[in-house]
């Protein structure tokens, strides 16, 4: 009910500017807080054995299942809550990266009035000054027609709606070998003396800017070569992805669980600073592509080829290593009834990005037949079932005595290998 009813309020449009009810995607921030936190209050409250009915106190499945369900249905207004104040914050974003933008050209004709001191002002200095204009006019427009999906960050959003490193560093490259080649069109355009030109000219050869080229064309390679491989991963089960709730900074430095991830990073850093020595030569130099050492660009490509091993080495499907009768204590030894729980152990049950409990009550156990869905056990801070080695379920009494199969599928969708249990009556 309070899902639809968040639904509802999201086709509203006539909410104030500070609205702050949760039912808009005005308010959407203050809605997805608000639930956020009520979520956490009531995951407290039942890990300290409170606000359980009395109907179902006296038995400790039933309080189990009772428990589950209610953080699973609190859980989904969260994950309402978040979509929703993730598509207004995307919505926001392109008014912020053409903020931005400008605010890059501000800074760069505050730089280049400041060094013109003494110098003077150059046709150089007007033709990067003009470059910086068209290329924020041009991302400008971009960000407008992508207004929905994070206005010019758009093109390195993921599928998955994380900001893909990959792109963003050869959108960094782009934009770098683009910016250059207008300022060598705006000399040339103003330039008086064929010799003048015929240098302009010359300054485009392949045997000037060999380095910046073969670090482009390695690097935007890279970027469609990862996009390839870990959708033909996921497809083949040997990758799990689950969404974000938005794009961060941060997915660039890290994995999908928010770890810091030692490809990502080398990549990052090493392009960043490779791309500001290309700049610092671009200023210098600025008749000719930014001529990027050997030596440097080198570094760049083994880089490169880090961050594309490390792809190729992420992930890897969920595994079900045993099923064993899960015992309490008091409890004596017996093989595995109808009624009685039973303990999964494995690895890779729980998908990097799926530790929220609405992607943890997406989780479900094949026991022959029956589908069970796993249950929520709080605990102060977190969940105690499901984890990402051990899940612990019911055997429903529609589970047929005999050998049955015990299969497990994460949230985001991959099924485990099969494991032969013997259940008795």
């Given at each position: 009910?309070?899902?639809?009813?968040?639904?509802?309020?999201?086709?509203?449009?006539?909410?104030?500017?500070?609205?702050?009810c949760?039912?808009?995607?005005?308010?959407?921030r203050?809605?997805?807080?608000?639930?956020?936190?009520?979520?956490?209050?009531k995951?407290?409250?039942?890990?300290?054995?409170?606000?359980?009915?009395v109907?179902?106190?006296?038995?400790?499945?039933?309080?189990?299942?009772?428990?589950?369900?209610?953080?699973?249905?609190?859980?989904?207004?969260?994950?309402?809550r978040?979509?929703?104040?993730?598509?207004?914050?995307?919505?926001?974003?392109?008014?912020?990266?053409?903020?931005?933008?400008?605010?890059?050209?501000l800074?760069?004709?505050?730089?280049?009035?400041?060094?013109?001191?003494?110098?003077?002002?150059?046709?150089?200095?007007?033709?990067?000054?003009l470059?910086?204009?068209?290329?924020?006019?041009?991302?400008?427009?971009?960000?407008?027609?992508?207004?929905?999906r994070g206005?010019?960050?758009?093109?390195?959003?993921?599928?998955?709606?994380?900001?893909?490193?990959s792109?963003?560093v050869?959108?960094?490259?782009?934009?770098?070998?683009?910016?250059?080649?207008?300022?060598?069109?705006?000399?040339?355009?103003?330039?008086?003396?064929?010799?003048?030109?015929?240098?302009?000219?010359?300054?485009?050869?392949?045997?000037?800017?060999?380095?910046?080229?073969?670090?482009?064309?390695?690097?935007?390679?890279?970027?469609?070569?990862?996009?390839?491989?870990v959708?033909?991963?996921?497809?083949?089960?040997?990758?799990?992805?689950?969404?974000?709730?938005?794009?961060?900074?941060?997915?660039?430095?890290?994995?999908?669980?928010?770890?810091?991830?030692?490809?990502?990073?080398?990549?990052v850093?090493?392009?960043?600073?490779?791309?500001?020595?290309?700049?610092?030569?671009?200023?210098?130099?600025?008749?000719?592509?930014?001529?990027?050492p050997?030596?440097?660009?080198?570094?760049v490509?083994?880089?490169?080829?880090?961050?594309?091993?490390?792809?190729?080495?992420?992930?890897?499907?969920?595994?079900?290593?045993?099923?064993?009768?899960?015992?309490?204590?008091?409890?004596?030894?017996?093989?595995?009834?109808?009624?009685?729980?039973?303990?999964?152990?494995?690895?890779?049950?729980?998908?990097?990005?799926?530790?929220?409990?609405?992607?943890?009550?997406?989780?479900?156990?094949?026991?022959?037949?029956v589908?069970?869905?796993?249950?929520l056990?709080?605990?102060?801070?977190?969940?105690?079932?499901?984890?990402?080695?051990?899940?612990?379920?019911?055997?429903?009494?529609?589970?047929?005595?005999?050998?049955?199969?015990v299969?497990?599928?994460?949230?985001?969708?991959?099924?485990?290998?099969?494991?032969?249990?013997e259940?008795?009556e």
């Amino acid at each position: 009910m309070a899902v639809q009813e968040a639904r509802q309020g999201a086709d509203t449009g006539g909410h104030a500017g500070g609205c702050a009810c949760g039912d808009c995607p005005v308010g959407a921030r203050e809605g997805h807080r608000r639930a956020v936190a009520e979520f956490l209050s009531k995951r407290d409250e039942f890990a300290a054995g409170q606000g359980l009915p009395v109907a179902v106190a006296h038995s400790a499945s039933a309080s189990r299942q009772w428990v589950s369900e209610e953080l699973t249905q609190s859980a989904d207004v969260v994950a309402e809550r978040g979509r929703l104040e993730g598509e207004a914050w995307l919505a926001r974003l392109w008014v912020r990266t053409a903020c931005a933008v400008w605010a890059a050209v501000l800074a760069l004709l505050l730089t280049q009035s400041l060094t013109a001191t003494g110098t003077g002002w150059t046709s150089a200095r007007t033709a990067g000054l003009l470059a910086a204009l068209v290329t924020a006019g041009a991302l400008t427009a971009a960000s407008w027609f992508h207004r929905a999906r994070g206005g010019a960050l758009a093109p390195v959003i993921g599928e998955d709606n994380r900001m893909s490193t990959s792109r963003t560093v050869a959108a960094g490259w782009v934009l770098l070998v683009a910016y250059a080649v207008l300022v060598l069109a705006g000399r040339l355009a103003a330039a008086s003396g064929r010799a003048e030109r015929d240098a302009l000219i010359s300054g485009l050869d392949l045997a000037r800017g060999a380095g910046v080229v073969t670090v482009l064309a390695v690097v935007c390679g890279i970027a469609v070569l990862v996009r390839r491989v870990v959708g033909t991963r996921v497809t083949g089960q040997r990758l799990q992805k689950v969404r974000a709730h938005r794009p961060s900074a941060a997915d660039l430095l890290t994995d999908d669980a928010g770890r810091g991830a030692f490809a990502d990073i080398q990549y990052v850093v090493i392009s960043a600073v490779a791309l500001l020595f290309a700049a610092v030569r671009l200023a210098r130099r600025p008749d000719q592509l930014p001529d990027l050492p050997w030596g440097l660009a080198v570094v760049v490509l083994v880089s490169a080829a880090t961050y594309l091993a490390g792809k190729y080495a992420e992930g890897g499907r969920p595994v079900i290593h045993s099923v064993v009768r899960a015992r309490e204590a008091g409890d004596l030894d017996g093989p595995i009834r109808t009624g009685d729980d039973i303990e999964i152990r494995g690895t890779g049950f729980v998908p990097p990005g799926a530790q929220t409990a609405d992607r943890l009550s997406r989780m479900v156990v094949r026991i022959g037949a029956v589908n069970v869905h796993v249950p929520l056990v709080p605990v102060t801070g977190g969940f105690s079932n499901p984890t990402d080695t051990v899940l612990t379920v019911p055997v429903p009494a529609e589970v047929e005595p005999g050998s049955v199969e015990v299969q497990v599928v994460t949230a985001a969708g991959v099924a485990t290998n099969r494991c032969v249990v013997e259940v008795t009556e």
